[in-house]
Each structure stands twice: as structure tokens, then as C-alpha cells.
């Protein structure tokens, strides 16, 4: 007998389509409940006895499908649930640039301070002058922490006056991640609908339009003295000395940050595309007298759903489409890497955590607040069979259609005009915990459905709305996700 604690859910991206790696390196996903499946599919024999009996059903296939449910935390890059939203979306995070010794000391940093303020590296993705690094897991206290980087490079960066203290072989969890820019002081200054330097050059910091951006750091040195100002915004244009934006709030003004050094955070980001990411899945029963083992092979996203209601955890959940799996006393990796721990990246839940939803880049408050939001994005998957193979041969790729939900309360009737002309908005919510932060967004949205009601005595009348995601030509996408690894408020 088991028990469903006793589970270990792990998981590996597959490099090549329909191939798990050999020796994978297998790791856990935090869940709250699983429904995979691999199992056979039978037919009865079409005989016709005179004793009204069936002979033996016949396999002539196999299924591999099902869903994960989880709950929101951060999406730590190469985690499991990182990996399933790129399956989603069917794209690549793309990632700042990164530099991480991932559990083996001294190999990709292999030293930092012996050359003064200077940290070097294997090569990679390039620091440039601007960046905003943020440094973790070495040795000596002082030398995590946020820095500027004043001269860049693929193997190595200098952030003047940093004063590392030398370590020469930096140690396994020891990390360089670009979390932002930075500017000389005065050299940042906000205009009437973005960000303009006179020295800096946006262009080189690998910013696009569509992405996120949140202004201001902690500490009045690093922020705007107009606190409006210190906001999240979208970035609408990338010019070497200004950047556009819009998602403004409504104190925006212009501002010199005279003896400021403005910090501006950014992250990672993805956007919805056309790549096929399957994963491979292993169940651990680890209850049993012996553990068994059910693999589910080639998994991709079908449809993602993820809800925010009032007082509750943001919670959602993944259902795949695969191939094929196979069942065993040996796991793929008996030693998997831990789940991202939940002290370093609790549950985001609504409320506490959920600061802002909104629409047509204007928060949804007083009198049309939202009690609940969900999305979903449904790949309109399909498996191919062969006529010479038990398991399904590959899957197919239809649209991607994603919905989002708002139930609001009806205090107007603004956004119920908008659904009646037809008038093309947009949406987007935030979720903070602590210094990690995520922006969910869809560019462009029609209000497709949706109709108030007074249902009974005694109840607030609601105006629950759907709203359908289209092709958006400034980010060419329909649904866009920014994380912030590290963020300041």
C-alpha cells in the first residue's frame, strides 16, 4: 500500500523532441495533486457467438495524458514549473544574462575580487555598462549584493568601487544575475511618458517592447523624490536615450532625480510562440515496499489554467498531451534535485500578494473592483498515430486560444459599454512576494461575454466578463509574462 504523500513528482525537459536524455538530471515539482495517466487502449473482438460471450479485449494502443495542479510561487529558471509555462506558451524564457555554478564550486564563477572589483566567469551572454547585477550564494557576506556594472564583458565585469573581497574558487551556489540598470547619478531622468538619459544607452541592456519594468530602489538614493513615480510600467520603445511607456499611473510627472542614482529593475520574460517543449514526468510511489515508478514521456501543455480569487492562494493547474511511459521498481534519477524550497519562494495568494489587476493599463478599483481572476491557455493539441506503433508517433499544434476571466463588481456601467461596442482593451496583473515579482499581461483583449444579474435579495450584483486574447503588433504576442527575480518596492 502508499499513501499520496508519500509521492515524488519529478521531472526533465526533453533537448530533443520525443527524447528523454539519458541519465537525466530529474527535478522535483512542488504539486498539489496529479492526475497523469498512462494506460492501455482496448477493443472488443467483433465475433459474433452463439453463447453471447466476448473473447479478450485486444490492445491497439496506448494514452499518456492528464493534469498537475499546483500553487503560485516563483518560477525559479530550469524548475519544473518554469519549464511547464514554457510548454504553455510553447517559447523559450528568455533570460537575463547569468552566470550560475548550479551545485559544482569554482565552475562557470571561478573567481571573484582577486583582481580588484572584478568578477570572472566562463562565456556567456555579455554584462555591459548600466547592468545592474545582483550576486548570491559566494563565501564572504559582502560580496552579495547589488552592483553596477561599469565595464562589461563575456567572461568577466568590474563594478568600480564594489570591493569584493577575494574568493578564488567561488563556491557551488554562488550566482551573477542582471536584476536591472543603473545610471551615474543625474543621468536617469523621467519625461512626460518615460525614462531619458543623456549618458546611458538603452539599447545595449536587452530591453523590448512589451517588457516590464519596475523604477526605483530601496533607499532614496535610488529612487525618484516623486514617489508616483517609483512604479511598475510597460516599456512601449527602446531609443538609445529614451525609453517610452505606458501603464503609467495617474501622478506621472517629469523629474531630473537631481543627485540620484535611479535603479530600474527588470527580468525574464516570455511571450506565447510556436515551439514544441515536452517534458518527461516520473511518479515516485514512494510509500511502497519497493517504489514504483510510472513515467509519462513527451508531455506538452495542452491548456494552463491559473485563478486568483479573493482571500484564496493563487492556484492552477497544467493538462497534457504525450506520447507514451512505462512503469518500474528504478527511477530515472534516484537522487532527484530538491523542489524549489518553499522558504525561499513561498505561495503567492490574492490580496496580500496580488497588487494590482488591470485594464486598459488603469487599475481596476472603486467601483468596478475585481473578486476574481483566471486565464486560460488552451494549445488545441492533438496526438498522431501510426498504424505500426502502440503509442501515439507525435502531437500536433492547433490555435492558441487564450481567454481571460474577470468577475467584477458592477459599480458602472463602463465596462459593460465596452463589451457592447466591441472596443479593443487590454489586462494585466501583478504578483509580488517579498523581493520576487511576476506581470501577467495580455496586449490585446475583446470583452466577448458578459451580462449583470440581481439574483436574489441580498447579494451584490456581479459583472462577470470574458475576454479573448488577439495578435497585439507592438509585442507580437497574445499573452506576455515578466519575473523578477529580484525586485524592489
Known amino acids: 500500500m502508499t499513501d499520496s504523500n508519500r509521492l515524488r513528482l519529478t521531472g526533465v525537459r526533453q533537448n ?12 522535483t515539482m512542488r504539486v498539489t495533486g496529479e492526475g497523469l495517466s498512462y494506460k492501455p487502449v482496448f477493443e472488443t473482438p467483433g465475433d459474433i457467438r452463439p453463447d453471447r460471450m466476448n473473447a479478450d479485449p485486444i490492445k491497439v494502443g496506448e494514452t499518456s495524458n492528464g493534469p498537475i495542479n499546483y500553487e503560485l510561487h516563483y518560477p525559479v529558471p530550469s524548475s519544473i514549473l518554469a519549464e511547464n509555462i514554457a510548454s504553455a506558451f510553447q517559447a523559450d524564457w528568455v533570460d537575463t544574462p547569468t552566470r550560475d555554478n548550479d551545485g559544482t564550486a569554482d565552475s562557470v564563477i571561478t573567481d571573484i575580487g582577486t583582481t580588484a572589483n572584478t568578477i570572472a566567469f566562463t562565456t556567456g551572454a555579455s554584462y555591459v555598462v548600466g547592468h545592474l547585477v545582483r550576486t548570491s550564494g559566494f563565501a564572504t557576506a559582502g560580496n552579495n549584493s547589488l552592483f553596477p556594472v561599469t565595464t562589461g564583458g563575456a567572461t568577466s565585469l568590474v563594478s568600480s568601487g564594489a ?34 538619459s543623456t549618458t546611458l544607452n538603452f539599447t545595449t541592456l536587452g530591453l523590448s517592447p512589451g517588457q516590464w519594468i519596475k523604477i526605483g530602489g530601496t533607499g532614496a538614493a535610488f529612487r525618484y523624490a516623486t514617489e508616483a513615480l517609483n512604479t511598475l510600467v510597460r516599456v512601449t520603445g527602446v531609443a538609445a536615450n529614451l525609453l517610452s511607456l505606458d501603464n503609467l499611473p495617474s501622478g506621472w510627472t517629469t523629474d531630473a532625480g537631481t543627485g540620484k542614482t535611479i535603479r530600474v529593475f527588470f527580468g525574464d520574460r516570455i511571450k506565447n510562440g510556436t515551439a514544441s517543449i515536452a517534458l518527461t514526468f516520473e511518479r515516485g510511489f514512494m510509500g511502497q515496499g519497493t517504489p514504483g515508478y510510472v513515467v509519462n514521456e513527451t508531455m506538452q501543455v495542452n491548456q494552463w489554467q491559473q485563478q486568483v480569487q479573493s482571500r484564496q492562494k493563487v492556484t492552477g493547474s497544467f493538462d497534457y498531451v504525450g506520447l507514451t511511459g512505462s512503469v518500474s521498481t528504478t527511477s530515472l534519477d534516484s537522487v532527484p534535485d530538491d523542489a524549489p524550497s518553499i522558504a525561499a519562494y513561498p505561495i503567492m495568494a490574492a490580496g496580500a500578494n496580488v497588487g494590482r489587476i488591470a485594464e486598459n493599463g488603469v487599475a481596476l478599483t472603486s467601483p468596478n473592483w475585481v473578486k476574481s481572476a483566471s486565464f486560460t491557455v488552451n494549445n488545441n493539441l492533438r496526438t498522431k498515430e501510426a498504424a505500426d506503433s502502440v503509442a501515439s508517433v507525435d502531437i500536433g499544434s492547433g490555435e492558441a486560444a487564450m481567454t481571460v476571466s474577470l468577475e467584477t463588481y458592477f459599480g458602472s456601467t ?32 475583446t470583452i466577448t461575454d458578459g451580462s449583470p444579474n440581481a439574483s436574489g ?14 495578435y497585439d503588433s507592438l509585442t507580437g504576442a497574445q499573452m506576455t509574462l515578466d519575473r523578477f527575480e529580484y525586485y524592489e518596492a
Open 163 to 196: 570591493s569584493f573581497t577575494a574568493e578564488a574558487a567561488p563556491p557551488a551556489a554562488a550566482r551573477v544575475k542582471v536584476v536591472g540598470f543603473q545610471g551615474t547619478s543625474g543621468d536617469i531622468t523621467a519625461a512626460a511618458g518615460g525614462l531619458a
Open 414 to 445: 463602463t465596462l459593460y459599454a465596452k463589451m457592447l461596442a466591441g472596443t479593443a482593451t487590454n489586462a494585466s496583473y501583478r504578483v509580488i512576494k517579498g523581493n520576487q515579482a511576476m506581470v501577467f499581461a495580455w496586449p490585446r483583449l
Open 457 to 470: 435579495k441580498n447579494q451584490d450584483v456581479m459583472l462577470p466578463l470574458t475576454l479573448q486574447a488577439s
Open 16 to 27: 530533443t523532441f520525443g527524447v528523454t536524455p539519458n541519465t537525466p538530471r530529474m527535478r
